[in-house]
């Protein structure tokens, strides 16, 4: 199973971006799957995710800019990022709880991390 993240860059205070997280492999079901983000000098947080029945979970620093959405039947999460902040400079990493085929628990599974660069 692997991740595919995208969509970080540079923007400047106040614009948004839009992430993007594909899962492919050999993937029974996926439960939740989400973004974490880790600052310099920072440990790595939880920003949103999002179940498979669709509740979201999201972080109060983010809350009410921050939108996380998934495909389904595409294994993919998706995170739009309105009113960007200088404080949401971060890597960016989604990850998945993934049950690959013939498997019986739920694994993580982690993307390689996108770069969030709030600057003006």
């Known amino acids: 199973v692997q991740l595919q993240a995208s969509g970080g860059g540079l923007v400047q205070p106040g614009g948004s971006l839009r992430l993007s997280c594909a899962a492919s492999g050999s993937i029974s079901s996926i439960n939740a799957m989400g973004w974490y983000r880790q600052a310099p000098g920072k440990q790595r947080e939880l920003v949103a995710a999002?179940?498979?029945?669709?509740?979201?979970t999201s972080s109060d620093s983010v809350k009410g800019r921050f939108t996380i959405s998934r495909d389904n039947a595409k294994n993919t999460v998706l995170m739009r990022m309105n009113g960007l902040k200088f404080e949401d400079t971060a890597v960016y990493y989604c990850?998945?709880?993934?049950?690959?085929?013939?498997?019986?628990?739920?694994?993580?599974?982690w993307g390689q991390g996108t770069l969030v660069t709030v600057s003006s």
């Open positions: 990850y998945a709880e993934v049950k690959g085929s013939g498997s019986m628990w739920y694994v993580d599974y």
């Open positions: 999002i179940r498979n029945g669709g509740s979201t």
